[in-house]
């Protein structure tokens, strides 16, 4: 556990910062017009987390362990995701759980991994 404390700590506050923005009652904007920005926050707070865990993955490892990858970088967040929209479906008074919201986080877990693997790999891997 010390271990990935020290590892993965942006990682951990970057989920921490999801649950409580996922839980939470956020306040009416003037954005809450905009159609889908609903979906397109989504999509980046989970396309963010996966560059996060990306960035933090390949600064502490040499080689590229592809499981691992698939199943704690991609798979893992999207099923946290959809953790999420039930807890706000079901813990929730005023959220909740949208299958159109667990698809936009799984795209951006998808296009995150994509940019991780394409473009962060290359940039960590220089320095």
């Given amino acids: 556990m010390k ?5 993965y700590p942006l990682t951990l506050l970057v989920l921490a910062a999801i649950v409580f923005l996922s839980l939470f009652n ?7 017009n905009v159609t889908n920005i609903d979906k397109i926050a989504h999509l980046c707070m989970y396309g963010g987390l996966e560059l996060v865990i990306w ?5 502490h490892h040499s080689e590229l362990d ?4 698939i199943l704690l970088a991609i798979l893992a967040p999207i099923l946290f995701s959809g953790a999420m929209e039930l807890a706000q ?3 929730t008074d005023n959220r909740s759980g949208e299958w159109s919201d667990f698809a936009a986080n799984s ?10 693997f394409l473009v962060l790999k290359r940039i960590v891997r220089k320095r």
């Fill in 3 to 7: 271990r990935i404390l020290k590892t």
């Fill in 26 to 32: 956020p306040p009416q904007t003037g954005i809450d």
């Fill in 55 to 59: 960035t933090e993955y390949l600064r």
């Fill in 66 to 69: 592809y499981r691992k990858l």
């Fill in 89 to 91: 479906m079901y813990l």
């Fill in 107 to 116: 795209c951006g877990v998808v296009t995150g991994a994509v940019i991780g």
